[in-house]
């Protein structure tokens, strides 16, 4: 069977789905959602962020200089849905879920308690690009629950229950791994006899 083409659009799906909390200049925080969030650097750690200037977090943002991207377990994907449905111009959405609020390490803004993972991120560029401009920013701290880090120190990212989004819907990662980075040129370790 062939492949139908379409027209151009950004579908790069599936995305990780996260919960970014922000605060205006007077230390109130809100969160939205965002789909438009990619890996950018390793060395400085840098991601990206799509976001609407029309969004209130948007201003808050360029304002502040700095955000958390919190990364939420399936168990939360209704509070992850309604954070990308309200504004918090109209409705204080951190009361409205009940999220409780822990402090950061080197910024201001605050991360959700709920959540097993959270990226401390300070903003470095903001590109205009049409619809969405591109949030340029540095990680300068990672959270990650306890329960997640095994004796070894092993992060094991795959018990968090996270959430993506694929083409308007929201589905769990599976906890299986299917291969590990480099397995398919990996030589096979060869039993030594012992003589
Ligand atoms: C699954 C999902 C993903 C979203 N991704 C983005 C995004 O990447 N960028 C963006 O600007 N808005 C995105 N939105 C929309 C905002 O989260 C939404 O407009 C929100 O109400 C803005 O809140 P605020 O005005 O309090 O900042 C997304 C919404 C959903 C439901």
Redesign the pocket.
């Known amino acids: 069977m062939g492949k139908v083409c379409f027209k151009g659009s950004a579908m790069l799906n599936p995305v990780p789905?996260a919960l970014i909390t922000c605060i205006n200049s007077e230390g109130k925080p809100?969160?939205?959602?965002?789909?438009?969030?990619g890996t950018a650097c390793t060395k400085p750690p840098m991601i990206t962020?799509?976001?609407?200037p029309e969004?209130?977090?948007?201003k808050l943002i360029k304002k502040t200089k700095e955000f958390v991207v919190n990364l939420p377990s399936k168990s939360l994907v209704k509070e992850?849905?309604f954070?990308?449905?309200?504004?918090?111009?109209t409705i204080d959405?951190i009361k409205h879920l009940k999220f409780n609020l822990e402090k950061c390490k080197y910024i201001k803004a605050p991360i959700i308690k709920q959540c097993p993972v959270a990226l401390e991120c300070k903003l470095k560029e903001i590109i205009p690009l049409g619809t969405?401009d591109l949030f340029l920013a540095e990680v300068v701290s990672i959270h990650i629950e306890e329960s997640l880090i095994d004796s070894k120190g092993k992060f094991h990212i795959e018990k968090a229950n996270l959430i993506c989004?694929s083409h308007g819907e929201?589905f769990p990662i599976p906890q299986k791994s299917i291969g590990k980075f480099g397995f398919s040129v990996q030589k096979k370790k060869h039993k030594v006899k012992k003589l």
């Open positions: 789905v809100n969160v939205f959602t965002v789909g438009w969030i962020v799509a976001i609407r969004r209130l977090s948007y992850v849905d954070c990308g449905v309200r504004s918090g111009n959405k969405h989004y929201y």
